[in-house]
């Protein structure tokens, strides 16, 4: 696996593309990627969280995109639009390891529905829904929101080679709405949660960290970022 960082030149995007990258447009950013990988034809080889930068000395502006990247085959920049700084990403864990951890994810369930095979849906959009509308701004609506949010994750760690010693954090929750030309639109959600986790299972969670958490992963959802704390 590969690790990488890409920065994109906003003088090589054409206007429209560049007003969907700085809106963080989760279709466009993965359409753009594709092009570090121009000699691959296959199923898609990388999963991808797109930020605003943080400057380091030297390196330009503040708030600029940036995505970090996660592939199982090196990434190759592309002159005047894409540059990648890669390297090969092989984690040592041990069972016991505590890692400060970042996820952007897409929270979902199923949910049975009479005479049909059951459905998808989000997790937070069905801890709001039985709220009347003019509740949906409240802080019951919120806690029970943020609640169902930390369960979803906290409920499945241990499946995904770790368990969270603490309650995490959680950031920013978005909706997303992908207009595709003619077809159906695509619709669903991210949530940013943030904390420490302690490995119960290296070889499961490195497993977990190539395949992405939740769905949404050709969206910008998925990656799992990790450092010692």
């Known amino acids: 696996m590969y690790l990488s ?3 994109v030149d906003l003088n090589g995007l054409s206007r429209e593309k560049l007003f969907d990258v700085m809106s963080a447009e989760a279709y466009t950013a993965h359409q753009l990627l594709w092009q570090l990988f121009p000699d ?8 991808f969280r797109q930020e605003l930068e943080e400057t380091e000395e030297g390196r330009g502006p503040k708030g600029l995109p940036l995505f970090y990247l996660l592939s199982d085959r090196e990434p190759m920049s592309v002159s005047g639009l894409l540059e990648a700084e890669s390297k090969p990403f092989v984690p040592e864990l041990n069972v016991g390891d505590r890692l400060a951890f970042r996820l952007r994810a897409n929270p979902t369930m199923a949910v049975a529905v009479p005479g049909k095979r059951g459905q ?3 997790v937070l ?3 709001k829904k039985p709220f009347a509308p003019g509740q949906r701004t409240s802080q019951a609506c919120v806690d029970a929101m943020n609640g169902k949010a930390r369960e979803w994750l906290e409920s499945r760690s241990e499946t995904w ?3 969270l010693p603490f309650t995490p954090e959680l950031g920013a929750y978005r909706q997303h709405v992908l207009n595709k030309g003619s077809e159906k639109p695509v619709q669903f959600s991210t949530v940013d949660y943030e904390g420490l986790l302690e ?10 960290m ?3 958490i939740g769905r949404a992963k050709a969206f910008g959802g998925g990656l799992l970022l990790l ?3």
């Open 5 to 7: 960082r890409v920065r």
């Open 161 to 163: 080679g770790f368990r």
């Open 210 to 212: 190539a395949h992405g």
């Open 40 to 47: 691959y034809e296959g199923p898609r080889p990388f999963i």
């Open 120 to 122: 998808r849906a989000d």
């Open 227 to 229: 450092r010692r704390p």
């Open 199 to 208: 490995v119960t299972n290296p070889g499961k969670l490195i497993e977990t």
């Open 125 to 127: 959009m069905a801890a």
